[in-house]
C-alpha cells in the first residue's frame, strides 16, 4: 500500500555546506599527486564543452579521467573530514526541527557518492540521493543527480520505498535546483556563501 509522506528536501553544495565538495576533492588530488596534472588538455576540452551542454553528462566525465579507485580511497577520508568543516551552523539544528513536525528529510545532491554519504552520515538524512558513481572507474557515472535528474531521483526512491511524496519544502541555493523546488510548496533559498535565507 502506497504512503503519503511529507517530504522536505535538502541539496548540499552551497545550501547546508559551504563551498563544492566535489571541487574541494578535485582540488586536494591536484595539490596531491601528479596524476590529474597529466590530463589538463582533457579538463580544458571539458571546460569548453560544459560551456555549449551545461547539463550534459560527457564533460562531467572527462573533467575526472584522471581518477582511480586508489585515489578515491587515499583521498576521500581526508576530504570529507575537512570539508565537514565547512557546514553551516544551522543545518543541524533544522533538521531536527523538521523531523519533530514529522516530516521525511531527504538529501538530494549532485555530488559523488563516495563523498555524500558520508559527508552527512552524522546529520541521519531519511535518504540521500546523489550522483552514483562506478566503483572500479569512480570518474564514470551511472547516473548524474544534478537538474531534472533530482526530481527523478526523488520519484524513483519513493517509487521504491512505495511513497507518494508530498514535498512540502526545498533548500538550494543555485538556479540549477529550480525542478527540485518548483515540486515544493514553499522554496528556500540559500546564500551559499553565508549560510543565511536570501
Known sequence: ML???NIVVFDFDGTISAHDANFEFAKYCYRHSIRPWLFIPCFILAVLTCVFKPGGVWWRQVRRLYLTSDMVKKFAPIVIKQHKRNRFGWVKSQIEKE???GNTVVLISASPDFLIQQLVKDLHFDAVLSSEMDENTPWRYKFVCWGKNKVIALDNWAKNNKIIPNVIK???DSISDMPMM???????WIN???????
Open 3 to 5: 504512503r503519503k509522506l
Open 99 to 101: 523531523k519533530s513536525k
Open 170 to 172: 526545498s533548500y538550494s
Open 182 to 188: 518548483n515540486i515544493a510548496k514553499e522554496q528556500v
Open 192 to 198: 551559499s556563501k553565508t549560510g543565511m535565507r536570501k
